[in-house]
């Protein structure tokens, strides 16, 4: 099975713009999640989506939206950028149906954004 | 916000030590997940142990989880180059099995 892709791998906008971020989960799984990563405050989950349904939220201001189609492609955006927003995103995906304790993900290579 | 902490932040080693990596989380768990990041890249998943077990083996990997203490270590065995990268720890928050909260990861070097 192919992995989970992301696009753009590199993306350099300017503060004030908005950005949007492409994800396509592995064949199946209905479950893709969004991660920021940062020097400063590390891995942060932004949100999930299943079934095009928004599951799980994190801190995140509103400025950060996602949505997820009915083949489980998921695209994040972010409006008005900021300085702090330049980080690495990651998208992952698992099957996210089973009831049982197991939530392993899996990652994209992701999307590093640099806000200037 | 991050879940716990890791510990050490950085570890350095020579080819065929073992590496010891330490995580500790603040709150109840169903289970917890050790992942690996090369040099800012995706994550990959290692190794998950659930709530109610102690101790689990993956090839050279071994991890321990102790509940009492919210805290669980990363043992790699004979440690290679290619081993050479950040490791991660994770646990469910609340509120969904997907949302992993992420320690702050160790940065393991494995010298030739």
């Known amino acids: 099975k192919a992995g989970v892709t992301q696009t753009p791998r590199y993306l350099i906008k300017t503060r004030g713009q908005q950005v949007t971020l492409s994800c396509s989960p592995i064949?199946?799984?209905?479950?893709v999640s969004w991660y920021q990563q940062t020097p400063g405050q590390g891995l942060q989950f932004l949100f999930e989506?299943?079934?095009?349904?928004?599951?799980n939220k994190g801190n995140f201001p509103g400025r950060f939206s996602g949505r997820q189609f009915s083949n489980s492609r998921s695209e994040m955006n972010v409006s008005t950028l900021e300085l702090g927003d330049s980080a690495l995103y990651l998208c992952a995906s698992s099957p996210g149906t089973t009831r049982v304790a197991k939530n392993i993900q899996y990652f994209g290579a992701g999307t590093r954004l640099s806000v200037l | 916000s991050q879940q716990g902490e890791e510990d050490p932040q950085a570890l350095s080693i020579q080819e065929g030590e073992n590496a010891t990596m330490n995580c500790s989380y603040k709150?109840?768990?169903?289970?917890l997940q050790w992942y690996r990041q090369n040099s800012g890249r995706g994550l990959v998943h290692l190794i998950l142990?659930?709530?109610?077990?102690r101790e689990k083996h993956s090839g050279r990997l071994r991890v321990t989880l102790d509940t009492s203490k919210k805290s669980s270590s990363l043992l790699i065995t004979a440690s290679r180059a290619a081993d050479t990268a950040s490791y991660f720890c994770?646990?469910?928050?609340?509120?969904?099995?997907?949302?992993?909260?992420f320690g702050a990861g160790t940065r393991l070097a494995v010298h030739p």
């Open positions: 989506y299943f079934s095009e349904t928004q599951r």
């Open positions: 142990i659930r709530s109610n077990e």
């Open positions: 994770a646990t469910d928050g609340s509120g969904g099995y997907n949302k992993l909260i």
């Open positions: 064949s199946g799984h209905r479950s």
């Open positions: 709150t109840s768990i169903n289970n």
